[in-house]
């Protein structure tokens, strides 16, 4: 999901820095990132929203079970009225590459960090530039998200209710922040 999400990001930064390079001085870095500032904002807004939905409304729970001999647990979320039986494989994963876009486009603190492209005297040293960046990207966004599940899977092994209250806290957090982007 990390990988994804920070894949997104790096899109939405390069994205932005190449259209910079290509642009210099035409470009309305500063309403274009406005505008995607108040999206990014009203997305965080929402997605607290259906995590919030989620912790009150949806079972979560652990199974264990063995593959080869190996032992491992499974967290489960779904709504009561389904049945484990019914719970599909299917991934969001694109919600994450999309929201990484977004996420990428927002905000004028992550042009400080694409800024340098500008000032490279050929195109292919601040593409170059700008292609590490989204490496780092990606690997830093990789990263946070594996700390982020490893927690999120400490608390789903605490009970139940743990993990419920990790799935508000981390909810009301990007209601907080959505609206602090939206105010900002």
């Not at 694109?94 to 005297?121: E, K, M, N």
């Not at 989204?134 to 092994?157: D, E, H, W």
């Not at 743990?162 to 209601?175: H, K, N």
């Amino acid at each position: 999901m990390g990988f994804k999400w920070g894949l997104g990001h790096a899109g939405g930064v390069i994205f932005v820095g190449l259209l910079a390079l290509l642009l210099r001085r035409a470009l309305p870095v500063e309403a274009f990132s406005s505008w995607s500032e108040r999206i990014v904002g009203m997305a965080l807004g929402a997605i607290g929203l259906w995590g919030i939905r989620a912790a009150l409304k949806n079972r979560v729970h652990v199974h264990e079970h063995s593959h080869g001999g190996n032992t491992h647990m499974h967290l489960h979320v779904h709504s009561p009225q389904q049945a484990h039986a019914e719970t599909s494989a299917h991934s969001h994963t694109h919600t994450a590459f999309a929201f990484g876009i977004l996420h990428g486009f927002a905000g004028s603190s992550h042009f400080i960090g694409v800024l340098p492209a500008l000032a490279f005297p050929t195109t292919i040293d601040a593409t170059l530039y700008l292609g590490a960046y989204g490496i780092g990207t990606v690997l830093a966004m990789t990263c946070f998200a594996s700390v982020m599940g490893a927690t999120a899977k400490r608390f789903a092994l605490s009970g139940e209710v743990a993990y419920r209250r990790l799935m508000l806290s981390c909810s009301t957090a990007a209601i907080l922040v959505g609206a602090y982007w939206l105010v900002s």
